[in-house]
Structure formats: C-alpha cells, structure tokens
C-alpha cells in the first residue's frame, strides 16, 4: 500500500518559515518525481515545486527564491523548506508523485497524494 504522509504545517507569522516533510513508504522512492501542490480555501490546487529523481527541480514563479524542495533518498522522505512567508502561501499542502521518467508539475500528472498539511500564515 503507497502512503505519502505530510507533516511540519502550522500557524506561522509573516516573514516567517516552516519545514514541510513527506514520509513515503510503499513504493520505490527513488524511482519517482516529487511534487508539492497547494490549495487556499475557495481556489483550485496549484503547483509550487517538483525534484526529479536525479535531484532537478522546478518552482512556481510564486515561490521562487523562497522555497527550497530537497529529497533524502535513505529516509524516502521530500522536504519544502518555506522562507519569508506570505498570507498568500496560507494553504493546505499536498505532497503528490510520479514514476520517472514522467515529472509531477500539473495536478493530473500525480499518480499519487498525501492528505495534506495545513499552513497559515498570519498578518
């Protein structure tokens, strides 16, 4: 059974960080892209970042430069380390993956989700 479990959201001020983790267990880890994806009350789930199994990654132009994505390939574990908060990044986040050699950069591309995590940021 594929579990991705979510972990590290919280209430956090503006200007702020939280570390966000995502436990896999089930499948072969090392084999898949990485995704995290967002979703704010009221607004459809959208892309914040991806790591390929070889370790590229990719941002939404919302988060670049704040946000790091990072993998620990022995823990099958994905990170999302969340700098300088804004109210806009209040949201539930969702770790999602895909089997390489495929990327996970759209919500229809996750052959697999978390249960999500949620993250406020207060002004």
């Known amino acids: 059974q594929v579990r991705l479990v979510e972990s590290g959201g919280g209430l956090v001020e503006v200007g702020g960080s939280l570390s966000l983790s995502c436990a896999v267990s089930g499948l072969s880890f090392s084999r898949y892209a990485m995704g995290w994806f967002r979703q704010a009350p009221g607004k459809e789930r959208e892309f914040v970042a991806c790591i390929s199994w070889s370790g590229s990654t990719w941002y939404s132009d919302s988060v670049k430069g704040r946000f790091t994505i990072s993998r620990d390939n022995a823990l099958n574990t994905v990170y999302l380390q969340m700098n300088s908060l804004k109210p806009e990044d209040t949201a539930v986040y969702y770790c999602?993956?895909?089997?390489?050699?495929?990327?996970?950069?759209?919500?229809?591309?996750?052959?697999?989700w978390g249960q999500g995590t949620q993250v406020t940021v207060s002004s």
């Open positions: 999602a993956a895909r089997e390489r050699p495929n990327i996970v950069l759209q919500q229809d591309d996750a052959n697999y």
